[in-house]
């Protein structure tokens, strides 16, 4: 049975930094790509990063050049390295596996599974 755990959630101060993790089960994680989405209160979930089987990394532009997107194929784990954080990254932050396309890697559709969600707080 197919698992995804997100960890590392929390608050933080404006031009603070997070690191999330998210550790996955019950997959051949090194034949998924993944994805990184957010979810604010009242609006849609939305793409923030993304990495190839072969470790190509995608970004949404609100994030591009603030989050490093990673992967480690040993461990079942992708990791997403926040910088420079400002309130509006305020979400929950869910990661997701999937066979996805290259032209479908901002559609959750296109996702096979998803974990839970960790909450990120950004805020004095």
């Known amino acids: 049975q197919a698992q995804l755990v997100e960890s590392g959630g929390g608050l933080v101060q404006p031009g603070g930094s997070l690191r999330l993790s998210c550790t996955a089960s019950?997959?051949?994680?090194?034949?998924?790509?993944m994805g990184w989405f957010r979810q604010a209160p009242g609006k849609e979930r939305e793409f923030v990063a993304h990495i190839r089987t072969t470790s190509h990394t995608y970004y949404a532009d609100s994030v591009n050049g603030r989050f490093t997107v990673s992967r480690g194929n040993a461990r079942n784990t992708v990791e997403l390295h926040m910088n420079t954080l400002k309130p509006e990254d305020t979400a929950v932050y869910y990661c997701?596996?999937?066979?996805?396309?290259?032209?479908?890697?901002?559609?959750?559709?296109?996702?096979?599974?998803w974990g839970q969600g960790t909450q990120v707080t950004v805020s004095s």
């Open positions: 019950g997959i051949s994680f090194r034949d998924y790509s």
């Open positions: 997701a596996a999937g066979r996805t396309i290259l032209s479908s890697i901002r559609n959750p559709d296109a996702y096979h599974y």
